[in-house]
């Protein structure tokens, strides 16, 4: 779990000290981006995700799934976040003042619900265990970069975030980290601000679960050691919480659009 930094009872010596710490582990871009000046005494990022002083309006697609819970949880608790629109096959079992659900069989069908947006979340995908390439390549490509693709006609140069995973790579060997790569490079091609998040282990908290019974025997044998596995491999091991925050801080501050890796991660949700 990350470490996450009581920021707003900090003075500014202590969050100086926090970043330093936390930036080391980070990719040179996202170190820079923490140390150059982005976030504000309050612990406050200059502006939201538009720019402007109004609230934000952000879509979250896959938010049933461990992932996804997560982003929804931390875009509900943001202050900065007027409105959270959750597009979904089946509803959620949740009401909240600034949640709006859009259920719908085509996730990546047009609608007005895409149109006014500053910031798309997207971890919709499955597990490859089990699935060949065609139905994968159908469930993560196609589906991702249709969804992409729908909120750049609705809402072009909007912030656009797709949760992909440590590992992908165009030339790998391995049949979902190669179509997760081609994924990635068709959604940076589209007109839209897009950062690409490749988390590790993901450890889920706040008694979110993940559907998929693999991950939940994975996540059961780890969860007694997980505080020793996050001292011995603190760039393999994020958390969920710590996404959401992250994808929140990238999308409002200064980070250059691009991959973000587990230690960059961990580095955005510690100082946001």
């Known amino acids: 779990m990350a470490v996450l930094v009581p920021w707003l009872v900090m003075t500014e010596v202590e969050r100086r000290r926090a970043l330093e710490q936390t930036h080391r582990a980070a990719s040179p871009v996202v170190s820079a ?4 000046g982005i976030w504000d005494s309050g612990a406050r990022l200059a502006g939201v995700i538009d720019g402007s002083t109004d609230r934000s309006t952000v879509l979250v697609f896959g938010a049933s799934g461990m992932v996804g819970q997560g ?8 202050e900065r976040v007027g409105e959270v629109r959750v597009v979904a096959r089946r509803a959620l079992d949740l009401t909240h003042a600034k949640l709006h659900q859009v259920v719908t069989d085509d996730l990546a069908a047009p609608g ?13 995908g499955v597990s490859s265990n089990g699935v060949r390439e065609p139905e994968y390549r159908r469930l993560t490509f196609d589906l991702t970069v249709g969804i992409a693709g729908a909120v750049a006609d609705a809402s072009p140069g909007s912030a656009f975030v797709y949760v992909s995973g440590q590992g992908t790579d165009t030339k790998s060997r391995l049949m979902w980290a190669r179509v997760k790569g081609e994924t990635e ?11 690409l998040f490749r988390p590790g282990v993901v ?6 679960q993940t559907k998929t019974r693999l991950y939940g025997a994975f996540h059961a044998v780890l969860r007694p050691v997980f505080p020793l596995l996050n001292r011995l491999m603190p760039n393999q091991i994020t958390n969920t919480e ?10 409002t501050g200064g980070v250059p659009e691009g991959v973000v890796t587990t230690s960059d991660i961990n580095a955005l949700a510690a100082a946001r």
């Open 203 to 208: 450890r889920p908290l706040h008694g979110i």
């Open 185 to 195: 490079n068709a959604v940076a091609a589209l007109p839209l601000r897009s950062w």
């Open 242 to 251: 710590a996404i959401g925050r992250a994808m929140l801080a990238a999308v």
């Open 33 to 36: 981006a923490l140390l150059g």
């Open 112 to 124: 007005e619900h895409l149109a006014g947006v500053d910031a798309t979340f997207d971890s919709v």
């Open 71 to 78: 982003v929804l949880r931390e875009c509900l608790r943001d």
